[in-house]
């Protein structure tokens, strides 16, 4: 049967409000298509009880901020901003494991959680889980690919309850259901950014001037991909965006050597993101970004694409 993304709206409504019952609510929105559909459903079904917030992790893309609190404004959403960078590098510090970096992200985004529910006595956190979090995320006989910070990375002990209106569909169909909203379509058809930023693109530990590079490396293979698209030169990917490795490799920089970061491109087509293949990125494209990123950001020297599907790789590379 063809997925409805009217009806689902009148089942996740209902689900909202009954599982809330008469409590308040925090609805975390990260820019995302996800949030915002989460947060426009429960906003119909809360109508005096939902707090929005999202929060600053210093690990958002380029300008991330100040499009979300634009996009709240234009979606209705009264948002409340919490800027908690250095509690985020903090503690990161030191962690190498992409499974413990997920797990630490997924700790400090509820403890903040559990502190703004203190302050306006809020039982309820919702969230814009889909099914690919949680299956990716293991349990119940599945194994665990990457424990996705609002799944696998949740603390024990949680002093706040969760409501998840969006579990058991799909990023194509979560779109379907934005659309039906009313959503604008920047943020209906935005490509997916993971929950913990940047963070998975940068291997190995995080550090601010790492995140510093590996955001202004995404920002620009978004210009040039969008760029290329809009031209004709390409098809637009389903996600587009740069990595950072944890190596360095030797380079010239004017006549002198020089020792710099790698910068990995990738960009896939996808469905659902259970499954992709890479795109093909014209030659003339690629030569592009990797001009521009090793004039631009001057801590790399070498950018390299990544032409693996999934599986055997994930979209992201941690």
Known sequence: MAFNPKKFIEEAEEIVRKTVGGEKAIVAVSGGVDSFAAAAIAGKALPGRLFAVYVDTGLMRKNETKKVTEAAK??????????????????????????????????????????????DKVTYLIQGTIAPDWIESGGLGRDTIKSHHNVGGLPPGMKIKLCEPLREIYKHEVRMVAKELGLPEYIYNRQPFPGPALAVRVVGEITPEKVKIVREACSVVEEEIERASEEAKMELPWQY???????????????ERSYQYVVVIRAVRSLDGMTANFSHIPADVLQKISTRITNEIKEVGRVVYDITNKPPGTIELE
């Open 74 to 119: 234009k979606a209705g959403l009264k948002l409340k901003v919490i800027e908690a960078s250095d509690k985020f590098f903090s503690r990161l510090k030191g962690a190498e494991d992409p499974e413990k970096k997920r797990k630490i992200i997924g700790e400090t985004f509820i403890r903040i959680f559990e502190e703004e529910a203190k302050k």
């Open 241 to 255: 965006f740069a990595g950072l490795l944890p190596v360095k490799t030797v380079g010239v920089r004017g006549d």
